[in-house]
């Protein structure tokens, strides 16, 4: 591996994009070597970007789901191990899930800017610190999975215990695949080419669900089965879209000469700028989430049921708007890279609007249906009571904020202002919803439902701080490429 010293790598990367040239300013958009940022991403081109994205969502809970009933046939013991150490999973992972999304905003504002070369080369960069941090993931969760899990969860049941650590020791070898995939995910949704990723997570979802049947229900490998069809289907994923990547479907990004490492300090410096604030700020909501959803015991098992139930059917309402989110990484971070701001603006008004369309015609449905939704999952009545109650409240708090407070950060990321996205977060996450959720709940005496009004309140705060940011146009002076 060879590393260089900061000023050398940075006259490296200036030299590949045109030798001699003086470097172009990036507030003036080359307009000459192609279409304006509104006429690239038109409507269709919009559509075409964001409905693959929404099936990959879509594509992503459903196929948890299935898992969760296929593995419910070993018993509650191998239900409760392998949910165990999917949560503790989501914990581990998040680094390089944010260094993705650094890559993808570095790999756009390129693409932007018509400086292909060096896209491929911070395409690179990404896929040399994503395997690496993950690979020290991996050492990490494989020889200290039991304590992890003791940690985290405490005492438990021995069959509980023994199912979670064959799950997290196998899944564990998955990380670097995960890593590799996410990365080159975000570099294909970077170019504009959802379609690929979601082809593929249909194709990997297929093959996640037939390893399940056949390593469950035909070798009966149990815990063991499912550990292994999520780690073949994973190294599945990563190859394809690797080999893709190699030969030139990421276009205009073409992976070549990867066995030759080179890192490029700059360049890391500009993913991990993006990548590092994002990752903190996963963590933070993780943890957060944990706290409050630790309240629910306290008040019996229906609010345990209202509230694992009322989850499970929202979770569908973010799914359109996590995709428009998406979407305003690659399209803001392009327009951005090419210095066309006001493009970046009515883009992402544009899908601001698309994105508040779907939400609300979404939570309007859950709200009028939600008996029926409720009523699929065989619950008492007092827990249906308070599933009911649970999704009142969030299709109203997803009305009124959810976009604001979830897709628009991403237009601020996009532009380089993860920064401000990461306090904006965490100051809202303790203040707003885990701190006014035990006040709420305990000291004014509301019960559970106090654990979803200051969920509410934490889409309103956060969303009135980002949509502030964004108006006031204090992204714009921030830079993420050289």
């Known amino acids: ?19 001699n040239r003086p470097p172009k300013d990036p507030g003036a958009p080359d307009r000459a070597a192609g279409p304006s940022m509104m006429e690239r991403w038109n409507p269709r ?3 075409r970007l964001i409905w693959p994205l929404v099936i990959e969502q879509i594509l992503a809970v459903t196929m948890g789901v299935a898992d969760t009933v296929m593995i419910s046939s070993v018993g509650e013991h191998a239900v409760s191990g392998i949910n165990i150490v999917d ?44 395997s690496i941090i993950s690979l020290l993931i991996l050492v990490f969760a494989f020889f200290f999975r039991r304590p992890i899990i003791r940690i985290v969860y405490g005492n438990m049941d021995t069959d509980v215990l023994e199912a979670a650590a064959l799950y ?7 990380y670097p695949f995960l890593a590799i995939y996410n990365a080159n995910a975000a570099l294909f949704r970077a170019v504009g080419n959802s379609k690929v990723t979601m082809r593929i997570a249909l194709l990997v979802n297929a093959l996640n669900i037939g390893g399940n049947a056949f390593f469950i229900f035909v070798l009966h490998w149990g815990v063991l089965g499912a550990a292994l069809s999520t780690l073949i289907s994973r190294a599945l994923a990563a190859v394809i879209t690797l080999v893709l990547l190699y030969r030139g479907h990421g276009r205009p990004i073409r992976l070549e000469g990867l066995l030759k490492i080179r890192f490029l300090r700059p360049m890391l ?14 963590s933070m909501f993780m943890v957060g989430r944990l706290l409050t959803q630790r309240i629910f015991p306290v008040f019996g098992t229906a609010a345990m049921a209202g509230n694992a139930v009322a989850g499970v059917v929202n979770s569908f309402s973010f799914m359109p708007g996590s995709a428009c989110g998406m979407a305003l990484l690659t399209i803001v971070g392009q327009c951005v890279g090419a210095g066309d701001y ?68 991403n237009a601020l990321r996009a532009a380089g202002d993860a ?55 204090r992204w714009q002076g921030k830079r993420v490429i050289e």
């Open 1 to 19: 591996m060879d590393s260089t010293e900061n000023g050398e790598c940075k006259s490296q990367v200036q030299d590949q994009t045109g030798g």
């Open 419 to 473: 920064r401000y996205v990461m306090w904006v977060a965490t100051i809202s996450m303790w203040t707003l919803r885990v701190s006014m959720s035990y006040i709420l709940t305990f000291a004014l005496g509301l019960g559970p439902l106090g654990v979803w009004l200051a969920m509410g309140c934490d889409f309103i705060g956060r969303g009135s701080f980002y949509l502030g940011r964004w108006l006031r146009g």
């Open 342 to 409: 006001g493009a970046a603006r009515k883009q992402c008004e544009r899908i601001m609007k698309i994105t508040y369309a779907i939400t609300a015609g979404l939570s309007l449905f859950i709200w009028i249906f939600r008996g029926p939704l409720i009523g699929i999952f065989s619950l008492s009545r007092e827990a249906q009571d308070f599933g009911s109650i649970f999704l009142q409240i969030h299709c109203i708090s997803m009305i009124l904020a959810w976009p604001l407070s979830f897709a628009l950060p």
């Open 269 to 282: 410096r500009s993913i991990l700028n993006v990548g590092i604030p994002s990752g903190l700020e996963s």
């Open 87 to 130: 949560n503790i999973n989501n914990l581990l992972i998040i680094a390089f899930i944010a260094l993705s999304t650094g890559g993808a905003v570095v790999v756009s504002q390129y693409i932007g800017r018509r400086d292909h070369r060096n896209a491929a080369l911070a395409a690179k960069q990404l896929l040399y610190a994503v």
């Open 168 to 174: 997290m020791m196998v899944t564990s070898l998955s």
């Open 45 to 47: 081109a919009l559509f």
